[in-house]
């Protein structure tokens, strides 16, 4: 599992993986304007819907256990991101 803590630019065409590898504890924030969509799952590939997905505002941050956050997901271990109104969002990342 490799620790990671940088930005990360999405869109709002797909998911973006956020974690770039299996983790456990995550951190996010929304840099510039606007909301992200993000979304937690087992494995490499997002959720196919914005169901469960947690909405984060630009400056709000996000941050615990994967577990916590995303409870009724066994076994999550990646999350995904991507905007809202399908602009382009820096959105700064730290995981382990």
Known sequence: MAAFNDDVTVGGAEYVELTDSDCTNFTAQGKGTGY???????GSQPATDAGGAIMLASGSILSGAIADLWPGITGADRVFCKSVLGDSISVMVSHD
């Open 36 to 42: 992200v969509c993000l979304i937690a799952s087992t």
